[in-house]
């Protein structure tokens, strides 16, 4: 990760195969993950960081079906994540699970919500600027065009 220049954005997403508890971390882990916490998920945890990365998953409260991305033989669990940089981290609108996805897996779809900032191209007016003196005589049909226009 040190390799990667600051000014990039980073995404991270997968199944890690962790599940991380809901134990707060300040702008790493937030309150809405699931309660169980694993040794894969200390070590995501302990990644995410020392890295600076916001596992974004568990900042947003959801119901558990939209929470939970693993399910089989019964058992319920939050182990795929989409993780960011802390230059995304206010780009970022939500994160929550989608099932019924057509995906022939037992893992459920994660969506992350971004919003990125248009930049308006600049358009210059390209009206005529020039000044003319309709006061002194010189341009006495442009002084006649304008009272028209009042």
Same mark, same amino acid.
């Given at each position: 990760?040190?390799?990667?220049?600051?000014?990039?954005?980073?995404?991270?997403?997968?199944?890690?195969?962790?599940?991380?508890?809901?134990?707060?971390?300040?702008?790493?882990?937030?309150?809405?993950?699931?309660?169980?916490?694993?040794?894969?998920?200390?070590?995501?945890?302990?990644?995410?960081?020392?890295?600076?990365?916001?596992?974004?998953?568990?900042?947003?409260?959801? /119901?558990?079906?939209?929470?939970?991305?693993?399910?089989?033989? @019964? #058992?319920? %669990?939050? +182990?795929?994540?989409?993780?960011?940089?802390?230059?995304?981290?206010?780009?970022?609108?939500?994160?929550?699970?989608?099932?019924?996805?057509?995906?022939?897996?037992?893992?459920?779809?994660?969506?992350?919500?971004?919003?990125?900032?248009?930049?308006?191209?600049?358009?210059?007016? /390209?009206?005529?600027?020039?000044?003319?003196?309709?006061?002194? @005589? #010189?341009? %006495?049909? +442009?002084?006649?065009?304008?009272?028209?226009?009042?």
């Amino acid at each position: 990760m040190d390799k990667i220049p600051k000014k990039e954005n980073i995404i991270l997403a997968g199944d890690f195969n962790g599940r991380i508890g809901n134990q707060p971390i300040p702008e790493c882990i937030g309150t809405y993950g699931e309660q169980v916490k694993n040794y894969n998920g200390a070590a995501l945890r302990d990644f995410c960081a020392f890295n600076k990365l916001k596992v974004t998953n568990s900042f947003y409260r959801h /119901k558990d079906i939209h929470k939970f991305t693993w399910k089989a033989r @019964g #058992t319920m %669990s939050v +182990i795929d994540y989409i993780i960011i940089n802390d230059r995304l981290k206010s780009n970022i609108e939500d994160t929550r699970v989608f099932r019924g996805s057509e995906i022939d897996s037992n893992h459920k779809l994660v969506e992350s919500k971004f919003k990125f900032p248009t930049h308006a191209k600049h358009s210059y007016n /390209k009206t005529d600027k020039t000044i003319y003196k309709i006061r002194d @005589g #010189t341009n %006495s049909h +442009i002084f006649l065009a304008y009272n028209k226009l009042l």
